[in-house]
C-alpha cells in the first residue's frame, strides 16, 4: 500500500526524519473489495475501509507529510483495456465484499526506479522498531 508518494526527492533524510514520528499499524488490516481510478480506467486495487488506515492516514498528516484525498487501498494493476465491459463489470461485482489479502503493520520508505520494463522497487528504511 502507498502511503505517501514523494516524487523527486533530492536526499533521503529529511524523509527519514518525518518517518521517525510514525508507529506502525496495530495489527494487519484487511483488504475487502475492489475498485478503480481512472476516467477512462486505469487502475485496478483492493480496498479497505479500516478506520485505522485513516487514522494513521491522520498521523502522516501531523508527521508534515501532504496527503490528498486518502483512499486506503493496495494497487493490484495499470488496466490498459477493457476488451469486454460486461465481464468487466461481472468480476468486479464478484468480489464486492470479499476479503482479498491484508495490509501488514509495517511502513517503509522505498525508492522506486523506472527502467524500461517497469518500476523497481528497494527497500530504503523501516519504521518497525
Known amino acids: 500500500m502507498?502511503?505517501?508518494?514523494?516524487?523527486?526527492?533530492?536526499?533521503?533524510?529529511?524523509?527519514?526524519?518525518?518517518?521517525?514520528?510514525?508507529?506502525?499499524?496495530?495489527?494487519h488490516e484487511p483488504l475487502v473489495s475492489l475498485g478503480t481510478f481512472g476516467r477512462p480506467l486505469r487502475i485496478l486495487y483492493a480496498r479497505s475501509s479500516s478506520t485505522a488506515l485513516y487514522d494513521k492516514a491522520r498521523e502522516f498528516r501531523r508527521a508534515g507529510f501532504e496527503m490528498k484525498r486518502f483512499t486506503p487501498h493496495a494497487t493490484l494493476c495499470r488496466i490498459k483495456k477493457i476488451h469486454d465491459y460486461k465481464k468487466f463489470?461481472?468480476?468486479?461485482?464478484?468480489?464486492?465484499?470479499?476479503?482479498?489479502?491484508?495490509?501488514?503493520?509495517?511502513?517503509?520508505?522505498?525508492r522506486s526506479t523506472l527502467n524500461d520494463k517497469g518500476a523497481s522497487y528497494t527497500k530504503i528504511a523501516s519504521i518497525i522498531k
Open 89 to 110: 463489470k461481472a468480476l468486479m461485482e464478484k468480489y464486492k465484499g470479499k476479503e482479498l489479502g491484508e495490509i501488514k503493520q509495517d511502513i517503509a520508505l522505498y
Open 2 to 27: 502507498t502511503w505517501v508518494f514523494l516524487g523527486e526527492c533530492a536526499a533521503a533524510e529529511p524523509v527519514l526524519e518525518r518517518l521517525q514520528d510514525l508507529t506502525p499499524l496495530a495489527s
